[in-house]
T-cell receptor, first 112, second 114 residues
Framework: DTAVSQTPKYLVTQMGNDKSIKCEQN?????MYWYKQDSKKFLKIMFS???????INETVPNRFSPKSPDKAHLNLHINSLELGDSAVYFC???????????FGDGTRLSIL | DQQVKQNSPSLSVQEGRISILNCDYT??????FLWYKKYPAEGPTFLIS?????DKNEDGRFTVFLNKSAKHLSLHIVPSQPGDSAVYFC?????????????FGKGTLLTVNP
């Protein structure tokens, strides 16, 4: 029973394509997050939703659009992929915005 | 601008000995700190946290120490076990802020040798 699951685990695609990464949590948490871990290994917050409402929106290109159809899901859609988008993207969830975060296993995105 | 720094990229210790992982921060608004552990091809797992009203928090083999004046925290693992081999991330936040944004360090790879 995976608590936070992301699909796909690996994504290899061409520059300019549009792709989506899905995230689901079965922990009953109210808050969900997307992080990017770049080649320098820093984990940086991109977005956070609490009860389907956007509460954190870092300086991220507007090619990245999160969508939360319900509290258990937070998907990430990326338009016009660029080489610099290559990274590992982690989804996470927490009971509330102040609770410890539980992470998925990551999606490794590679842009050719 | 790295607000959370883990200056040791790696650390190697013998099984049974103490592992000490260090973390420094620059933002004086940070008042809540967390440690996460990450195995390869998995997501980070929450380990232990500490609020700035405390200077120590203990959970089994794991103890976190906070020195607010030095803006420094450390994670002690004793005794260290081979299964503790992983990347350890330090994270910090301002719990009174309008959101709960975690700022992570770059991680320290701990290797515990049998």
């Amino acid at each position: 029973d995976t608590a936070v699951s992301q699909t796909p685990k690996y994504l290899v695609t061409q520059m300019g394509n549009d792709k989506s990464i899905k995230c689901e949590q079965n922990l009953g948490h109210d808050t969900m997050y997307w992080y990017k871990q770049d080649s320098k290994k820093f984990l940086k917050i991109m977005f956070s939703y609490n009860n389907k409402e956007l509460i954190i929106n870092e300086t991220v290109p507007n090619r990245f659009s999160p969508k939360s159809p319900d509290k258990a899901h937070l998907n990430l859609h990326i338009n016009s992929l660029e080489l610099g988008d290559s990274a590992v993207y982690f989804c996470a969830s927490s009971q509330n915005p102040r609770g410890p975060q539980h992470f998925g296993d990551g999606t490794r995105l590679s842009i050719l | 601008d790295q607000q959370v720094k883990q200056n040791s990229p790696s650390l190697s210790v013998q099984e049974g000995r103490i592992s000490i992982l260090n973390c420094d921060y620059t933002n004086s608004m940070f008042d809540y700190f967390l440690w996460y552990k990450k195995y390869p091809a998995e997501g980070p797992t929450f380990l232990i946290s500490i609020s700035s009203i405390k200077d120590k928090n203990e959970d089994g083999r794991f103890t976190v120490f906070l020195n607010k004046s030095a803006k420094h925290l450390s994670l002690h693992i004793v005794p260290s076990q081979p299964g503790d081999s992983a990347v350890y991330f330090c994270a910090a936040t301002n719990s009174g802020g309008s959101n709960y944004k975690l700022t992570f360090g770059k991680g320290t790879l701990l290797t515990v040798n049998p």
